[in-house]
């Protein structure tokens, strides 16, 4: 049985009644959508996308992230400085010249490489502190235009609804279910304002002229990277890949080409090798029809070179793995590749053949030389390390990298990844006491540094731009934490002013600083910035480069055409300057060099700037007056040089739709570039102004194969523009026409004019030059504005002291507290009044003299260069002589400041603590200059000498000897016993008693220099001992190999022997081998409590009972033990003790006692000399190494161990092993090397 269903007239009227209402109801209603932080477009570089999709399928369909970046993008050709690279200023890889590259199903979305620099290769942003920037190769633009991650809100609750409700409205059609499948809200029943101001009757849908092609076969591949040839080329290249997260690396790949503006596309994988896996592909800045691809170093190190746009391909193995590639801004064959292990090699065959240029290099820190001021074309910049902590700027030649043809720009060691090389600045940083020090070097002339505010005092310094012969710097002060000040500096790039206080700034992906400065594409000095005053942000605007700024006004109507009331300084317009947290996405700001004075940028009007209600605003009159024109997140694109604006919406949904506008953004068509709704993850255009042709990357679905849309606007045109479509345009600020010094006039095309400008269309600005008035002087260095906008000298300048370059009978400029800012134009006027004037230079004597080492320390190295730098502030450096006495005996006199620009060298010869002087004089004074200078050697070794076994309450000596002994100032730290507390002192030697019997620790750490040197020795504590010396039969000499390791095993032989001849307790008897020969042994007693409770006659007693039985076992040749088979080995009793019987009955005579010390002291001496008359020809031998023991590397912190609880564990304690030293120095300076030093203590054997 069949059943059906049909509508009832009445049902239907019903129907449609409820839905006219729900419109009304819907009417008044705000969408609330919120516009994500992007980065601008990649104007040099081909772009890379990147999709991330969330797997989970939804009733609105699947959710997905779409990464992208391009010059057509929001982020346009406006430059938006940020941090100068690390550290790759802000961006590692930047030298890569990578393609663009879109990705899906990714999580983990950055290999090393990925980041283009593009349109801030024109921003030239660098850091000094984390790296330098790269230009980029001029590629496609490409840009994201989805984008469904929506900003933080404040009203978390609401907002979610908000966002629901946002992501639900989409055009009818635009959806990934069936329609029985596909869940119709509310909010698609209305039209948005867009709709609403695109149609007023129902019409019918416009359409553009658009194709398909889908990448057959790829539909596993997460990443796609893509390459437009170049302007007037047909040619587009796209290289898909699957990317294993677990694995890290690449497992597929495809290469599609397309010779037909993107219609069709033909696979290459046979040409480049069926079963080869590719990983990138850089496209060369000066050629783009020589393109390399890399492949997989997993599985093979190659590169495959294409000369005609990608048709056909050499390939090429590679020894090294390549990270980065930097290409020359001329010679389009010449390429530097920067490999995994740290290693810099060049190429002037398009990669064909490479050869290492330098080892060591810091990542990211390599610049080729610019043409006009490096003497060579093929020279290169770059910093290497030398050690943690220590670099070198080095300039090298391509083909020949050796030491006699390096150079060394700056006089001694910088910080590592300091080196920033930016048109014609250089930049290092060199830190002394903790405090960094900047420098720069402009013309490549001699390095000064950075002449920032006396008591700026930064944390953070960035380097933000160098374009128009001046330095702009973000600086983070001691006092601030997320904000930084700008700077300007003259030209010269030493001396700076404060141009802002408190930009916000962001921590982009990598780590790096993300300052809130965007410079505006087409207008010269038009700078926007967000700075934060009372916690609240609001965004800036400049006219002048940084001299004046002022809020923004806010649009006077909203979408509706309901008026605004927002009244400065209490409300204002506030955008969005940061880079999104993903280099990928789309740009939220964009101007265009084609288009000056239009502005696109998302953002929110109130009292400061919000995440939430973010709308997209544009500006004709270069940020006079605002508009409206989306009160939902899109990408806005620029077509035809600014003739006209392309708006895709940002949503995680499908569309096939996108707006147009042609007059400026004040009317939006919209049109349909597709059928089936696609997930679009990325839109790449032409490369050049004009951008006609676009294409737009997406999928269906997440399972689908990427769906490449060729867009042809080129049809929506009727005509190509006349003089007549034309209109000229006054920029101007707030009605002043005179900005930067003349009266600037653009031809721009008229709102009402539809016609294609074409290639060949001119901005044709014109100009008059304009009187000089004070707005067009900021405040000179050393100078600050006050509150009646004069500038007056800071409390802590001494306007005297810009004379200090001064020669006696030359003339300098004596600044008035102004100067003019940097590109200004104007003539006359009030330049008089504030341009600084020239004067004679004064005859003064010598001030402000500083003597300083070109490391910028206070310690050097014996038997090294130490560079001293000597700068005098004030005084006729011409005629100022300067004597320098280096505190060994040695001065050198020079006749002027200038003869000594390169520093100052000296070697010291012998350690110690150097007062070096200074001193400059002319006939009207002299000045001085003093430091002390810590000459150090390398401190080797230490040897802590301490007996073995002491007497309870009785003095012990404890000496730390050094191996050099001298090494210049030293710390000695002692921990004794189980004291907790170190004592420290400046002397080798301490004196200390144990009050307790048992084995106790010594520990003693010397510190010289960067190095801790550690000993430690055990003592066994006792108030009675007895010991004596042993001899051997003459037959043990001749297998005596002075080791530490033999003596431990023959000590353990003669104990067990003793034992055996004796029957004497094994935990009485301690017997120690000593070093040297003749061998020798000495052997101690110790008493038994249990049977001489504690009393000294007993102790006495049963010491002597116990010495008598082993002297006559010895006496009586019992003592014997077998060395090896056939060599039978005698212990004999020595006629001298090493040490007394020592007790400390009142029985003994002071006299006995006396007489007793000094045949043991006799005894000793004989023996010494004579061993070491054996093993040493000459007498300048240090007698205190003969106990030398290798020392130990170890922290200063918990020296201490736990100290051996019985005399068993004294076994272990006694028994560390010496070892020999060969050949070392004495006091630096290194012995006969065929001398052999024993250097070991006698080990006891418990």
């Not at 009832?8 to 729900?22: G, R």
């Not at 539809?754 to 060949?760: A, D, L, S």
């Not at 020079?894 to 006939?923: L, P, Q």
């Not at 190999?1041 to 104990?1055: G, Q, T, Y």
Request: proline residues 4%; neutral net charge.
């Amino acid at each position: 049985m069949e059943t059906g269903c049909t509508f009832c007239p009445k049902w239907h009227s019903a129907l449609w009644l409820l839905l006219l209402m729900m419109l009304s109801f819907f009417h008044t209603a705000k969408a609330e959508i919120t516009c994500r932080s992007c980065q601008p477009g990649n104007k040099w570089r081909a772009q890379e996308l990147l999709l991330n999709l969330d797997m989970s399928v939804s009733s609105a369909g699947l959710k997905g992230e779409v990464l992208g970046r391009g010059p057509g993008a929001a982020g346009g050709e406006g430059r938006r400085p940020r941090c100068a690279a690390g550290s790759a200023d802000c961006a590692p890889d930047e030298a890569e010249y990578t393609v663009p590259r879109l990705g899906r199903h990714t999580r983990s979305l950055r290999a090393n490489g990925d980041i283009g620099e593009s349109e801030f290769a024109k921003t030239k942003v660098s850091y000094v502190k984390m790296s330098g920037q790269r230009m980029s190769s001029d590629g496609a633009g490409l840009t994201s235009a989805v984008s469904p991650k929506r900003r933080t809100r404040r009203n978390s609750g609401k907002d979610e609804a908000r966002s629901s409700r946002s992501a639900q409205r989409q055009d009818p059609g635009e959806g990934t279910g069936s329609a029985a499948e596909r869940r119709v809200t509310r909010s698609e029943l209305r039209r948005s304002g867009e709709e609403r101001r695109a149609a007023g009757p129902r019409q019918e849908e416009l359409k553009l002229n658009s194709s398909t092609f889908a990448l057959t076969g790829d539909s596993s591949h997460n990443q796609a990277m893509v390459h437009w040839s170049g302007q007037n080329s047909s040619v587009i290249l796209m290289l898909t890949k699957l990317f294993d997260f677990n694995l890290n690396s690449v497992t597929e790949s495809s290469l599609w080409r397309s010779t037909d503006y993107g219609a069709t596309y033909q696979k290459l994988n046979d040409k480049v090798g069926a079963k080869t896996i590719l990983s990138y592909l850089y496209v060369s800045p000066n050629n783009k029809r020589k393109i390399m691809l890399l492949t997989d170093p997993e599985v093979e190190s190659s590169l495959l070179i294409s000369s005609d746009e990608g048709a056909t391909y050499q390939k090429y193995r590679l020894n090294f793995y390549i990270l980065s590639l930097l290409f020359h801004p001329d010679q389009e064959d010449w390429i530097l590749a920067y490999s995994h292990d740290q290693k810099l090699y060049s190429s002037v065959e398009f990669g064909r053949r490479w050869q290492l240029v330098h080892e060591r290099v810091a990542p990211n820190r390599f610049y080729w030389s610019k043409m006009g001021l490096d003497k060579e074309p093929g020279l290169i910049h770059l910093e290497t390390s030398i050690s943690e902590g220590q670099a070198l700027y080095v300039t090298c030649k391509l083909q020949n990298c050796t030491d006699a043809n390096k150079g060394k720009p700056f006089p001694g060691y910088i910080d590592p990844n300091s080196l920033v090389v930016q048109d014609e600045y250089v930049f290092v940083q060199v830190s002394t006491a903790g405090r960094p020090i900047y420098y720069v070097s402009a013309k490549r002339d001699v390095f000064n540094p950075m002449k920032l505010p006396k008591y700026t005092l930064p944390k953070d310094l960035h380097v933000i731009s160098t374009d128009e012969n001046r330095v702009v710097a973000a600086v983070q002060e001691w006092n601030q934490n997320e904000t930084y000040n700008l700077y300007v500096s003259d030209t010269s790039g030493v001396y700076y002013t404060l141009a802002l206080e408190n930009v916000v700034s962001s921590m982009g992906h990598e780590g790096n600083v993300m300052v809130d400065l965007y410079e505006v594409a087409g207008i010269k000095g038009m700078f926007l910035a967000n700075k934060k005053t009372d916690n609240q942000v609001k965004t800036h605007i400049t006219y002048n480069r940084g001299r004046d700024w002022r809020l923004l006004q806010a649009p006077s109507k909203d979408l509706r055409g309901n008026s605004i009331h927002c009244v400065l300084p209490y409300c204002s317009l506030h955008l969005h300057l940061q880079v999104s947290a993903n280099p990928y996405t789309s740009g939220n700001i964009a101007s265009r060099e084609s288009a000056p004075g239009i502005i696109v940028a998302s953002g929110s009007f109130g009292s400061e700037l919000t995440t939430s209600n973010v709308s997209v605003y544009i500006t004709s009159d270069a940020g006079n007056t605002w508009r409206q024109i989306f009160d939902e997140e899109y990408a806005v694109l620029y077509l035809d040089q600014g003739g006209a604006l392309v708006a895709i919406r940002h949503t995680p949904l499908p569309i096939r739709h996108l707006w147009l506008s042609f007059d400026e953004g004040r009317q939006w068509n919209k049109y349909s570039f597709t059928n089936t709704p696609l997930f679009v993850d990325g839109v790449l255009g032409e490369p050049g102004e004009e951008t006609l042709i676009m294409t737009i990357f997406g999928h269906v679905s997440h399972r689908s194969e990427w769906q490449l849309v060729k867009i042809d606007f080129r049809s929506i045109f009727n005509r190509r523009c006349t003089e007549a479509d034309y209109q000229t345009w006054h920029l101007h600020n707030q009605g002043e026409p005179c900005l930067m010094g003349v009266k600037r006039i653009y031809r721009k095309l008229k709102p009402t004019s539809r016609c294609v400008m074409g290639k060949m269309y001119s901005v044709s600005m014109t100009s008059g030059l304009c009187e000089c008035t004070e707005a067009d002087f900021e405040c000179d260095y050393g100078y600050e504005r006050r509150s009646n906008g004069n500038c007056s000298p800071a409390f802590w300048f001494h306007p005297s002291s810009m004379s200090r370059s001064c020669t006696t009978g030359m003339t300098f400029l004596n600044s008035t507290g102004y100067r003019k800012v940097v590109s200004n134009n104007c003539t006359a006027g009030v330049s008089v009044e504030y341009t600084a004037r020239r004067r004679q230079c004064p005859i003064q004597a010598p001030k402000g003299l500083h003597l300083v080492t070109s490391e910028g320390t206070l310690t050097a190295t014996l038997g090294t260069n130490v560079t001293f730098l000597v700068f005098l502030e004030e005084g006729d450096g011409a005629r100022t002589s300067i004597n320098l006495d280096f505190g060994d005996g040695h001065a050198l006199t020079y006749s002027n400041v200038s003869s000594i620009e390169d520093g100052i060298k000296h070697i010291y010869r012998a350690v110690g603590i150097y007062r070096v002087i200074a001193t400059g004089e002319n006939n009207l004074g002299s000045e001085t200059a003093m430091l002390y200078l810590h000459v150090t050697c390398q401190l080797e070794y230490i040897h802590l000498s301490a007996p073995f076994v002491a007497v309870r309450n009785k003095e012990v000596n404890l000496t730390a000897v050094l191996w050099p002994s001298q090494v210049g100032t030293v710390t000695y730290i002692w921990w004794i016993g189980n004291n907790t507390e170190p004592v420290i002192t400046l002397e080798g030697s301490v004196a200390c008693m144990f009050s307790r019997e048992g084995i106790n620790t010594v520990t003693v750490q010397v510190s010289a220099g960067n190095s801790i040197l550690q000993d430690r020795k055990t003592i066994a504590v006792h108030e009675y001992f007895r010991s004596h010396l042993l001899a051997f039969s003459s037959n043990l000499d001749d297998h005596n190999p002075d080791v530490a390791e033999w003596r431990l095993d023959v000590s353990r032989v003669i104990k067990n022997s003793l034992i055996q001849a004796t029957a004497v307790r094994e935990d009485k008897l301690l017997v120690a081998v000593l070093p040297g020969l003749p061998t020798a042994a000495e052997f101690f007693l110790l008493p038994d409590k249990l049977l001489t409770e504690g009393k000294p006659e007993k102790t006495a007693a049963h010491l002597d009972q116990l010495a008598e039985v082993l002297l006559s076992a010895l006496n009586q040749n019992l003592v014997q033990f077998t060395l090896r088979p056939g060599v039978q080995v005698t212990v004999y009793a020595a006629h001298l003790s090493a040490a007394p019987l020592v007790d400390t009955s009142e029985n003994h005579s002071g006299s006995a006692m006396l007489m007793l010390l000094s045949v043991v002291v006799v005894g000793l001496a004989v023996f010494v000399i004579y061993k070491f008359k054996r093993k040493i020809p000459g007498l300048n031998v240090y007698a205190q190494m003969q106990n030398e023991k290798e020392q130990e590397m170890k922290s200063p912190a918990n020296p201490t161990e736990a100290t051996p609880g019985s005399q068993r564990d004294l076994v272990h304690s006694l028994e560390i092993l010496d070892t020999e030293l060969n050949s070392r120095p004495i006091g630096c300076m290194k012995p006969h090397v065929h001398v052999k030093f024993s250097t070991e203590l006698p080990t006891y054997i418990v």
